[in-house]
């Protein structure tokens, strides 16, 4: 497999390493309530399976050091599009 | 009639981790070589004089850099010969056709698994630096891949692949 | 013994005779034979024995479509099992043996299973072995010797694998008339294009067109040779042939294995191709009737090939079962050959004129809507019986060679490897490539071209190829007439797959049984799951499991295949990564120092770590003891080059670091050092390390071993992502620097010793401080941390002067008593100070209060986890918390990874309170000691509790006590 890294170009998946899905993590606040709770509780636990694209989070971790985001499409395995943060 | 490479371990370079924006790159941060691009902020520099280093780091500082001598984290080797991009073939999953690669063309990437940067140069060999505790490994590993290495595509009936 | 020798023609080189072995019996043949053609040819009968049923089984097809003649070829430790003699080439001295029989294949013992056939249909074993359920032991040993084919050699492989990489522009699978039309046409377009020509067998030209067919005016092999050779001047382009191609993986990378003679035996390619062009040809399908299985039958078209290419005949008198025009090509082109055709006998209703013609021309009885009823003869075909499709009379014929010919399958596994949809063509009868499969996609799909395609006309293959070379859109399949559907059965056993002996019966049955899903049927019966993945028997199969329950053959579809398509040898896949280059090793400075000095090393992650140091008449636990004993009484040196370590510049790294860190860092000072604990989000305890601040914005921080990368990718995602904007640089620099500990009571002395340029008293490099300079003419930088408890000197040097670094300090430490210990001491000093590991105390299911950390836990900042830790279950008093444990009777030693358990008493299950994280025998205390998480541990100091391991028998009993054994307050440390 292949990846399409936004500095270094397409490479091989054994030079990454996965981040996960790409979620904005909920700010931040000294004191957690029971309002903000469960937004953090949905970034640390639960995750959407989409039959479709899918935002995700790759570290070229042999490469150019650069975390970014692409999307890939779960159903063609085919990456879409790439974007540094 | 196998073509020939050689594989050979050479003394270490003064080597720097640079970062810096890319408008301070491009608005002349040094003159130092660029052995890898990295990325559009972070290349790894060849420091012609290891006995000032010191001052190089501090002239990259100067100018909105920033630094780190990583002369001892990476053990250069020498592949040459007509056959030192099949060897390299054996282990990195990069396109080295020459048009792809160029003499002068840099990339981080794995070799056998291990991190390393590849240098092609200009006499059409190339500069492989590995990571510094791979490096023995890495050796005895280039030197098995070679020992297999023959001219790929023979068959009996004559056909013989040209190209590299 | 009815196979013979054509005394001419063949493109066999009859100068040179091979002389072979099979099953113990010298037979030749020559130069250009397969085993398969040399053993036809020689009359050899009976090759192989069935998997299940131990049938006398021949010779069915020409090439990798074989499903019977597994063959064993070689001794030793070149002995390679289940290789199909069809694609075996025959070579001077070669030693073959037919497998799963005993004591011969003339005459198998374990033929005996075929009377037992009614008790072993389908699925049988789901069924049975299950009573009585304590006699599970008997029958897997049982089914283990029954069961498999083939042996494995014992010996290790003494040949090497080579492994290459390349990207193409074009990779063409198959190189027969579309193949070659293919690559020929894309070379044209752009000599510039890159271009791969792959091709299963040594000569290209594939199997489908027969030599006398005519190409562009010319004959086939003519076309052929000025093909290739037009090929092979063009400096882009490579021609592989013996290579197969296994597999399509994402991202258009294909995997090909090259058979090679020479320094290495195979050669796998990984392929990155930007096109690909699928010309794999087509398979033919046989037609079923009792006893298809007999010795005797054959594809016609292989029966054809072997006497067109290599002289060897089949049989003498043969009848042809065929419900395709190409079944008659074969049976004129024998019968030219020397082989009398008793009768043609095809299922179709009407015939075309002129087949009819020629058949009268040529003497033969043509039998229209009648079929083969079932086959006759003890080892070997002797004759067939033929019945009206209708109904009616049979008609006995007498012959020793059965050929069927039930239509063409396309060979495109690859293409569905690559994700495209096959569609079912009502005209073939037959599943072909949908070359809308790739619509909306973003790359470029694989187009498949000629047989593979459908096509498989002469004119048709090359107008297909050629277009897909050019980079067309694939042509449309020209409609023919629809060809009649499938003959599904006769008297006797039909069987469908003919190497895991799946009849007509077997796939009735599993419908009957539920089994409705063509998928659920191929793993109930295990049709198509042998090492020819059925491709004789998957349309087949399907047609049958489809008319079983009332269904068109495509509503049922086809089960999936996947790589790879045909067997891969281990070799293969591990290329130069065998034996001692298998991973990558990662060694420190000093490891030449290791082993030169009896250090017993060990793998940690791919480093090669010395865990203790040998000495004469001692064991390796006295070693550990010795060696961790000298830390607390003298000094130690140990090699700590492993440790992750980080360079950090920056105004905002105080900023990273405390949003990575539970605890603060900005009110570090420069020249001090401050221990850190990092958690992941959900709380729970991920690394711990050093972090030191040079100077205002330099910061140097340390991770553990296993840690190293997986935390510097974590702090650029902080910096890239979570933090942006932060301005932070960070390099990891784990290999720039070779390190290593001194540690004990003597430590400062020895330091002091080696004459550094600064100052080592207490007051100049206080616990947790840093110093910088030289020792002697060596470039260091020294951290006064203590992993083992004792005053203790990280001393960090570049790599290139670590083994130098060593050697003075070992020089000067013979005054001082200094010894070098290894990781096992290392773990028992910090075991006796009550410090967790990642791995083991910290094993992903560790809250900092676990493990005693919560008052290192800011208050005052967001970090990783924080919001995490106010989670109830996470504030929980039962929690699993980190104790120590002391055997009740000293002189027990506690067993590693056992449960805590109350006592044992009670009935199971029993409720387990935690387990032991790490062991080991305590110097200090003369005494075995354990870290344990161990449920509400720090409310239950002083209880005991039992330590138990159902693993090793062992209980012991334990007490509970707090988990640092050796100087609590840390004076030590300090002093």
């Known amino acids: 497999m292949r990846i399409p890294c936004p500095n270094c170009g397409s490479r091989s998946l054994a030079e990454f390493s996965y981040g996960g899905a ?64 | 009639m196998a073509e020939t490479c050689l594989v050979t371990r050479r003394p270490p370079l003064a080597l720097l981790d640079v970062t810096a924006r890319p408008d301070v790159w491009s608005g002349g941060l040094t003159a130092l070589e660029t052995v890898v691009a990295l990325s559009p902020e972070r290349r790894i520099l060849l420091a012609g004089d290891a006995a000032d280093l010191a001052g190089s780091l501090d002239a990259i500082a100067a100018r909105g850099g920033r630094g780190v001598d990583v002369s001892h984290g990476w053990q250069p080797i020498a592949i040459d010969g007509p056959a030192a991009r099949s060897l390299l073939e054996r282990g990195i999953d990069l396109d080295l056709a020459p048009d792809q690669f160029a003499p002068g063309h840099g990339a981080a990437t794995l070799c056998a698994r291990v991190p390393v940067l590849l240098r092609a140069e200009a006499a059409g060999g190339y500069t492989l630096l590995v990571a510094t505790s791979y490096a023995d490994w890495l050796m005895r590993w280039l030197q098995a891949a070679r020992a297999a290495m023959t001219r790929p595509s023979l068959s009996n009936t004559g056909i013989s692949g040209s190209q590299r | 013994m009815t196979g013979w020798r054509a005394p001419t023609g063949g493109r066999i080189d009859r100068s040179r005779t091979i002389d072979f072995r099979f099953n113990g019996r010298a037979y030749t043949g020559h130069d250009g034979d397969t085993l398969a053609s040399a053993l036809l040819a020689n009359g050899v009968d009976i090759v192989a024995r069935s998997f299940k049923y131990h049938r006398p089984r021949g010779i069915v097809a020409f090439g990798a479509d074989e499903p019977n003649a597994l063959v064993e070829v070689g001794e030793g430790s070149r002995r390679t099992p289940n290789l199909k003699a069809t694609q075996v080439r025959l070579v001077p001295g070669l030693v073959a043996r037919s497998q799963n029989c005993w004591p011969s294949v003339n005459f198998d013992i374990m033929a005996i299973t075929g009377l037992l056939a009614p008790f072993m249909p389908s699925g049988f074993y789901y069924k049975t072995f299950k009573w009585p359920v304590s006699a599970w032991p008997f029958y897997e040993r049982l089914i283990r010797n029954a069961a498999g084919m083939g042996r494995a050699p014992a010996a290790a492989d003494p040949d090497a694998y080579d492994s290459v990489h390349r990207s193409v522009d074009l990779l063409v699978i198959g190189g027969g008339l579309a193949g070659l039309a293919a690559a020929r046409a894309a070379a044209q377009a752009d000599a510039g294009t890159r271009i791969l020509v792959v091709d299963e067998l040594a000569e290209f030209g594939g199997l489908g067109t027969a030599d006398t067919a005519v190409v562009d005016g010319r004959d086939y092999r003519d076309w052929v040779a000025d093909a290739v050779a037009a090929l092979s001047a063009v400096p882009n382009v490579t021609l592989l042939p013996r290579t197969t191609a296994y597999g399509h993986y994402d991202g258009n990378l294909v995997g090909l294995v090259e058979e090679c003679d020479g320094p290495v035996r195979q050669r796998r390619w990984l392929v990155h191709a930007d096109r690909i062009v699928l010309a794999t040809g087509a398979t033919e399908r046989p037609l079923l009737f009792g006893g298809n299985d007999r010795p005797g039958v054959m594809l016609a078209s292989a029966a054809r090939l072997y006497a067109t290419r290599h002289a060897a005949m089949a049989g003498r008198r043969a009848v042809v079962f065929t419900s395709d025009d190409s079944g008659y090509e074969a049976a004129f082109d024998l019968r030219q050959a020397g082989v009398a055709i008793a009768a043609i006998v095809d299922p179709r209703a009407e015939v075309g004129e002129a087949l009819k013609g020629r058949c009268a021309a040529a003497g033969i009885t043509l039998l229209a809507a009648h079929r083969i009823e079932s086959s006759h003869g003890r080892r070997r075909v002797s004759g067939c019986t033929v019945r009206p499709i209708a109904g009616g009379q049979p008609r006995r014929f007498t012959c020793d060679l059965i050929l069927t010919a039930g239509g063409w399958t396309p060979a495109a596994q690859l293409f569905t490897h690559a994700g495209g949809r096959l569609r079912h063509d009502p005209a073939l009868a037959a599943l072909v490539p949908d070359a809308t499969s790739w619509a909306g996609r973003a790359s470029t799909g694989m187009i498949a071209v000629g047989a593979a395609a459908g096509v498989y006309d002469v004119a048709g293959c090359l107008a297909s190829g050629q277009a897909a070379g050019r980079g067309e859109p694939p042509l449309g399949i020209g409609g023919s007439e629809a060809r009649s559907p499938i003959v599904l059965g006769g008297t006797g056993k039909c069987f469908v797959d003919l190497q895991n002996d799946v009849t007509v019966a077997d796939i009735a049955l599993a419908v009957r049984e539920g089994y409705r899903s063509i998928e659920h049927v191929k793993r109930y019966t295990t049709l198509g799951m042998g090492t020819d993945q059925g491709k004789l028997a998957g349309l087949t199969g399907v047609a049958v499991a489809a008319a079983a329950q009332g269904l068109a053959p495509a509503d049922l579809g086809n089960s999936r295949p996947r790589p790879p398509l045909s067997p891969v040898t281990f070799g293969a896949l591990a290329g130069p990564f065998v034996g001692p280059l298998s991973s990558p090793a990662r060694t420190t400075p000093m490891h030449g120092w290791h082993e030169a000095h009896g250090a017993l090393m060990a793998n940690v992650g791919s480093w090669r770590r010395p865990q203790l140091y040998r000495r004469e008449a001692e064991g390796d636990l006295e070693a550990v003891i010795r060696e961790a004993g000298n830390v607390r009484r003298a000094v130690g040196l140990t090699d700590v080059s492993t440790l992750g370590k980080i360079d950090l510049q920056g105004p905002d790294v105080a900023r990273l670091l405390d949003h990575a860190y539970i605890n603060g860092f900005a009110s570090l000072a420069p020249g001090r050092c401050r221990y850190g604990v990092m958690l992941r989000e959900d709380g729970m305890v991920l690394d711990d390390g050093t972090v030191t601040r040079l100077t205002a914005e330099r910061w140097f921080m340390t991770t553990t071993t296993g840690n190293a990368e997986r935390i510097h990718a974590h702090l650029e995602r902080i910096r890239q992502i979570d933090l942006r904007g932060l301005d932070v640089t960070i390099t990891p620099v784990t290999e720039q620097w070779g390190a290593m500990a001194v540690a004990g009571p003597r430590a400062r002395d020895l330091l002091a010793a080696l004459r550094p340029d600064f100052a080592v008293d207490n007051e100049a490099l206080p616990f947790m401080a840093l110093a910088e300079g030289r020792i002697g003419d060596i470039a260091a930088r020294v951290l006064r941390v203590s992993f083992s408890g004792e005053r203790a000197y990280e001393i960090y040097t570049a790599a290139g002067d670590a083994l130098a670094m060593w050697n003075t300090i070992l020089a000067a430490g013979t005054s001082f008593g200094l010894m070098p210990y290894g990781t096992e001491a290392m773990m028992t000093l910090r075991i006796e100070k009550g410090l967790f590991v990642p791995g083991f105390e910290a094993d992903g299911r560790t809250l900092p209060d676990d493990l005693g950390l919560a008052r290192m836990v800011s208050t005052k900042k967001e970090f990783v986890g924080r919001r995490s830790l106010r989670r109830p279950a996470f504030v929980a008093p039962d929690r699993k918390q980190l104790v120590g444990l002391m055997a009740v009777d000293r002189t027990q030693a506690i067993p590693r990874g056992a449960q805590i358990v109350r006592d044992l008493g009670g009935a199971p299950p029993v409720a387990m309170e935690g387990h032991v994280t790490s062991v080991t025998y305590s110097p200090e205390l003369g005494r075995w000691i354990a870290l344990a998480l161990v449920a509400g541990g720090r409310a239950a100091l002083g209880e005991t509790r039992v330590a138990a391991s159902p693993l090793t028998g062992e209980t012991v009993p334990v007490t509970l006590c707090p988990p640092v054994f050796v100087d609590p307050e840390g004076e030590r440390l300090r002093g």
Do not use: K, M, Q
């Open chain 1, 22 to 85: 790409a979620l904005d993590r909920p700010p931040g606040d000294i004191g957690p309530s029971p309002e903000t709770a469960p937004a953090w509780d949905d970034f640390v636990y639960r995750r959407d399976n989409p039959a479709g694209p899918l935002r995700e989070l790759w570290f070229h971790a042999a490469g150019c050091r650069a975390w970014f985001v692409a999307t890939r499409d779960t159903r063609s395995l085919e990456f879409i599009a790439e974007v540094t943060p």
